[in-house]
């Protein structure tokens, strides 16, 4: 579906002639990717508004220039170590398909590493077993030298649990 | 090269549900023979059924015809206008709208209520003709001769105008005259054109032309003396008394505003007409559109084929059209070829047996409305021309300037402007702390120029918020027709008193209070108000009352719902709630408190199921939707006099006035329509159950608290305070106190929605930002009512209240 956008920049961009662009992000020392045309934008951290009987990866919501997004760590999502946040700690703005709608959300990063040009056969398929991360919001992995980047489905993972627009923890007496 | 007419349709929708509203309102309004208000109603008919023309929704069209052509009859005073006659146009502005609906994937139209309505319509219209319809065997006749049942104290006025061949250069126009001629009773006009000179000599500032004005009214000689009273000394003119015998002038009359008269059209086209890019077939078209059309071409001019040249047009074509419509529909169709054609419009050779009378007639609508008109035609083609017209251009339809916008721009524009404020907020906060720091005058300058910036912020704020604000007619207008249906079905004469319809509130509450009042309305016409033979052995007089009455108070806009009827029946809605479990006999309630019990959910007094209120629909949900909109509504009821329905409402749901409240260190925001008030309560006030303090006793009363820190789950006080700040709180007629830490100021709050990227929280009513850029919480009182307190609670609050309110009264009796 991005690809008739794509390959009209391929053509300037002298990039890869296939392919799609990830944007790649640190969280506590791996490396994962998101599809960079769903990154809005990037942003420093700032204090978010606590909204009360979340779970505690939601961190809260924020004030996007007249919208209210809510914001996510994704260290504390996947159940990582929690770090403070510090001056590289990055809140990248992405665009979730919710189906009926499309809704624009935080996510907290560790820090944003690189943006790497991708063809399909490069992707290898996720692994059904291991990481800490649920296999469902897995698209695949790649490998940059040695290093191993998973790419993230990222409606899959902002769509889930609390998240969900019709969340099951909202009790309709 | 055809345009898409689909793109406007939009708009013909709009503008044809604004008329059916219209004529609705204004078919309601008509008690007698108003000419006006059917003037009005004629017009918003008649623009509806040309777009649906236009638009090919030929059902709507041919329906809205006879509708036409009923009202047209109406307005000529051929047919009287009677409650039956007005009920059926009710009925047919309810088909329209069906069948509008139909047009626009809307369920089907109801085949069988359409063709009903359509036969009684064509009854009704065949009603008064039937002694005629012979003389002319066609539906043009209809009209022929009912003008004498018009009025019988009508005179017949005949007169001679024959101004001075100068008059136009004095600045009179003769069509002005006859337009207000017009506007006294029925005119006919006849021009004479003997004295018209050839073309070739005609002078055009010079007037040349006699009429002959047949007019009947009730008015006095003087007042159409008045009418020429500028230009007496400028013509001669003879003002003769006539007796009203005959339908004679009646159907002189008939020739010109006639339904379905005949018009002869001669159009001749340029040769070269096609090279500007018209096409005649669509002309043709247009004029079909009209009424009926037979079309005559001649081919006489064409040359042989070989010497044809196919960009040359060379024919000409001879239309007989039946329509009623004015003669300007049909030039306004040849308007754009007018320059390239010879156009010729004879009117009203009628097809029926012309009275001598008439025989003039023709000759006032033979006048060529040339259309390569040099000026000397114009005053008499806009003379013969004007009776059919000026009942259109008479009383021009009011035109209020104003433009359509999408709702979607307004609510881009309020956003903007709601960020526009919150960064003006943020600068001001910047530069008061900017001038703490430095001093000088570029500081003062600054500081200026933000009040300045801040005044200007808060009235574009203002400014932008009216342009959503409508007048509260906009759900008035329809209660008339509803009362009217409701009261005929339930045989009682009720009388609606509407005031304060011009009180403004906001698009989207409008949207949402509908309902509601509709079935509040409904409630009190059928159990309010008593049936007449019980209100005159009441003592009251026959014709029930039902006001409406809106107006501001505070930041709200209040409705207030009275009839005078029999009030509620406290002792027949307690027997009811104790039947269905809402009360137990222990509980001690005052009168009010009983009448507020008919919002409970689960209650309805109505004995029989109405076709009206018992819908399964009860005050319930007029409460819930009511307060979903951050309104209240309440009730008032004197047994015997009538009950009072006050719905209060927030004027707009884009703003809310708020009390920023902190609890641990979150700001948040409770909407100050709920708060009743806010106490400092020590700990002696405060009765615990199960060792914590969940009551409070304050003014005779225990409410249940909720603890705002436990039920966000923050950290807990670390002690015990001696006292607490509690925020008392009401919705659905329940209090409840939140402990709060602490009461910041009050502000007016753009509220956000939350929904839009994230979902729906319960106990949260959305979002705002505030001066700082950060984000506050709106708590929704209802859904924290429903998440904080716990039934356990509510209950032993309740039990204790109906325990002091026994104490209460027996020390009553006792002293």
Do not use: N, Y
């Given at each position: 579906m991005i690809d008739a956008t794509w390959d009209g920049e391929n053509d300037s961009l002298e990039?890869?002639?296939?392919g799609k662009q990830f944007l790649s992000f640190l969280l506590d020392e791996e490396e994962y990717g998101i599809d960079i045309l769903r990154v809005q934008e990037l942003r420093g951290w700032t204090a978010v508004t606590h909204v009360p009987d979340m779970p505690a990866y939601l961190k809260g919501v924020l004030n996007l220039r007249g919208a209210i997004i809510p914001v996510i760590d994704l260290r504390e999502r996947f159940g990582l170590p929690t770090l403070e946040y510090g001056p590289t700690t990055v809140v990248i703005v992405v665009k979730v398909d919710s189906g009926s709608c499309e809704r624009v959300m935080g996510i907290i990063v560790d820090a944003v590493a690189e943006t790497y040009t991708l063809t399909p056969d490069q992707i290898q398929p996720s692994p059904q077993i291991g990481g800490v991360i649920n296999a469902e919001f897995i698209m695949g992995l790649v490998a940059q030298g040695e290093k191993m980047v998973v790419l993230m489905d990222i409606d899959e993972l902002m769509n889930s649990d609390e998240l969900a627009i019709e969340s099951s923890a909202q009790t309709e007496g | 090269m055809s345009i898409d007419l689909s793109q406007f349709i939009g708009t013909f929708l709009e503008e044809s549900y604004e008329g059916l509203e219209v004529m609705e309102s204004s078919l309601l309004a008509l008690d007698s023979a108003d000419e006006e208000t059917i003037n009005t109603i004629f017009r918003a008919a008649h623009s509806i059924k040309g777009g649906a023309g236009t638009f090919g929704f030929s059902e709507v069209a041919d329906f809205t015809h006879v509708v036409e052509t009923l009202l047209d009859e109406m307005r000529s005073g051929k047919q009287e206008v009677t409650p039956p006659l007005v009920n059926l146009l009710l009925e047919s502005v309810d088909c329209i709208k069906m069948l509008l609906e139909a047009t626009q994937?809307?369920?089907?139209?109801d085949a069988n209520q359409i063709n009903q309505v359509q036969e009684r319509l064509q009854k009704a219209l065949d009603g008064d003709v039937s002694d005629n319809a012979s003389s002319g065997g066609t539906e043009t006749s209809v009209a022929t001769a009912e003008v004498s049942v018009s009025s019988p104290s009508q005179l017949a006025w005949e007169i001679e105008f024959k101004p001075h061949p100068g008059l136009l250069q004095s600045g009179h126009e003769p069509a002005f005259m006859f337009e207000a001629l017009q506007d006294l009773g029925e005119l006919n006009v006849v021009a004479k054109l003997k004295k018209v000179p050839d073309l070739s000599s005609l002078d055009p500032e010079q007037i040349f032309i006699k009429w002959q004005l047949n007019l009947i009214s009730n008015c006095s000689k003087e007042e159409i003396e008045e009418i020429f009273e500028w230009v007496e000394d400028e013509c001669d003119l003879s003002i003769v008394q006539k007796e009203v015998e005959a339908e004679k002038p009646a159907v002189a009359e008939s020739q010109q505003t006639d339904s379905r008269e005949v018009r002869e059209i001669l159009f001749k086209p340029d040769a070269s007409l096609l090279a500007t890019g018209n096409e005649p077939s669509f002309l043709f078209q247009a004029l079909a559109d009209l009424g009926e059309l037979e079309i005559e071409v001649d081919s006489s001019g064409l040359p042989d084929l070989d010497q044809l040249d196919p960009e040359k047009l060379l024919l000409s074509w001879r239309f007989k059209l039946r329509s009623d419509c004015p003669e300007e529909e049909i030039t306004e169709i040849f308007e754009w070829v007018e320059d390239e054609c010879e156009l010729t419009i004879q009117g009203a050779s009628k097809v029926s047996t012309q009275p001598a009378e008439t025989e003039t007639q023709p000759v006032a609508s033979e006048q060529p409305v040339e259309a390569a008109s040099d000026k000397p035609a114009t005053p008499a083609a806009v003379q013969s021309t004007s009776p059919a017209a000026s009942p259109r251009k008479a009383k021009p339809a009011a035109e209020s300037s104003s433009i359509r916008v999408e709702t979607d721009k307004i609510d881009a524009l309020i956003n903007r402007v709601g960020e526009l404020v919150i960064t003006q907020a943020m600068l001001g906060q910047v530069g008061d702390e900017l001038s703490d720091l430095v001093s000088g005058s570029e500081i003062e300058r600054l500081q200026s120029g933000l009040e300045q910036l801040e005044r200007n912020t808060r009235d574009l704020q203002e400014d932008v918020m009216r342009v959503r604000m409508l007048p509260i007619s906009f759900v008035f207008n329809r209660f008339p027709r509803l009362v009217h249906d409701v009261s005929g079905k339930l045989g009682k004469k009720v009388e609606l008193i509407i005031t304060g319809e011009q009180t403004e509130i906001d698009k989207t509450v409008m949207e949402k209070i509908g309902d509601p009042m509709v079935h509040l309305i409904r409630n009190s016409l059928d159990h309010g108000l008593e049936s007449p033979e019980e209100r005159v052995a009441a003592g009251k007089p026959e014709t029930g009352k039902v006001q409406l009455d809106a107006y501001h108070q505070g930041g709200f806009i209040i409705i207030d719902i009275i009839d005078d009827g029999r009030g509620l029946n406290t002792e027949k809605i307690y027997q009811k709630a104790l039947e269905k479990g809402l009360v137990t006999t222990d509980q001690n309630l005052s009168d009010s408190e009983i009448n507020e019990l008919i919002f409970k959910p689960g209650f309805s007094t109505a004995e029989a199921v109405s076709d009206l209120s018992g819908r399964g629909v009860g005050m319930d949900v007029v409460r819930r939707n009511i307060e979903s909109l951050g309104g209240h509504v309440r009730v008032k009821s004197e047994p015997g006099h009538g009950s009072t329905f006050t719905v209060s409402l927030p004027l707009t749901l884009a703003i809310l006035d708020g009390q920023l409240i902190r609890v641990h260190n979150e700001t948040y925001i409770v909407p100050l329509i709920s708060i009743v008030e806010t106490i400092l309560a020590d700990k002696s006030s405060l009765s615990p159950i199960a060792g914590e303090n969940k009551l409070l006793h304050f003014r005779d009363e225990y409410i249940p608290l909720i603890n705002l820190r436990s039920l966000f789950k923050l950290p807990m006080q670390e002690e015990q305070m001696e006292s607490c700040l509690i925020a008392i709180v009401e919705n659905g007629g329940q209090k409840v106190g939140l402990i709060v830490d602490e009461l910041f100021g009050q502000q007016q709050v753009v509220i956000k929605s939350l929904e839009v990227n994230f979902k729906r929280i319960e106990g949260f009513a959305g979002a705002t930002i505030l001066g700082d850029g950060s984000v506050a919480l709106i708590l929704d009182i209802a859904g924290l009512m429903k998440r904080g307190l716990d039934h356990e609670t509510a209950r032993t609050a309740k039990k204790r209240n109906d325990q002091t309110r026994t104490d209460d009264s027996l020390q009553g009796v006792v002293a």
């Open positions: 990039t890869q002639v296939d | 994937d809307g369920p089907a139209a």
